[in-house]
């Protein structure tokens, strides 16, 4: 079953403004990591933050994490065309005795107009 | 280096017909993950590897569905007596297998069930 609920489920945006997504969850976590998946590829993982972190920053990308609201945000600065791709998180259950299986939310799609 | 391979890239097959699926994980990658996505959806986690031994089966649709690792590197996912719900992208996944490493994805192998 799946986990992550995304939001927006699609959102579209000019190249050079910020791209804000979220996620919300419902177990207890571990970690929760953010992929991305270009049209007919696989996912590419971007930023994993533990439960004990409450913010992680890697190049343009910024992502919150707030396990009392079990819920994570992913904003992009200074969006280019190329990060048009579909965005999804994932969760590394608390209970999952460290498997490193994750459960993914439904995505959200990122179309970034030149 | 060689990412995930997977293989065939697509397959299109008659209902009823089984079909067998290849993944081929990094190279020293102890973790291998077989999930399921379907049209524009999240991925639903169908098995999952440590070494040659499936700890963890629970994603399996149904008995038509089995897999198998050999030599702690390739998996075949089987699918019998295929079905038009079966109809997806498959895609493999690997990790070190240490803690929560992130997962490395392949391309996936579209499913299509005439």
């Known amino acids: 079953s799946q986990q992550g609920e995304e939001d927006p489920q699609a959102l579209s945006i000019q190249e050079g403004e910020n791209a804000t997504m979220n996620c919300s969850y419902k177990t207890s976590i571990n970690n929760l990591q953010w992929y991305r998946q270009n049209s007919g590829r696989g996912l590419v993982h971007l930023i994993l933050i533990r439960s004990n972190e409450r913010e992680k920053h890697s190049g343009r990308l910024r992502v919150t994490l707030d396990t009392s609201k079990k819920s994570s945000s992913l904003l992009i600065t200074a969006s280019r065309a190329a990060d048009t791709a579909s965005y999804f998180c994932?969760?590394?259950?608390?209970?999952?005795?460290?498997?490193?299986?994750?459960?993914f939310g439904q995505g959200t799609t990122l179309q970034v107009k030149p | 280096g060689a990412g995930v391979s997977q293989s065939p890239s697509n397959k299109v097959t008659e209902k009823g017909k089984d079909v067998e699926l290849r993944c081929d994980p990094i190279s020293g990658h102890t973790a291998l993950y077989w999930y399921r996505q379907s049209l524009g959806q999240g991925l639903e986690f169908l098995i999952y590897f440590q070494g040659n031994s499936a700890p963890d089966k629970s994603g399996l649709p149904s008995d038509r569905f089995s897999a198998e690792r050999t030599g702690g590197s390739v998996s075949t996912l089987t699918i019998q007596r295929t079905q038009q719900e079966d109809s997806a992208v498959y895609l493999c996944a690997s990790s070190p297998g240490t803690g929560w490493s992130p997962l490395h994805f392949g391309n996936g192998t579209r499913l299509t069930v005439t």
């Open positions: 994932a969760t590394g259950p608390g209970s999952s005795g460290n498997t490193g299986k994750l459960i």
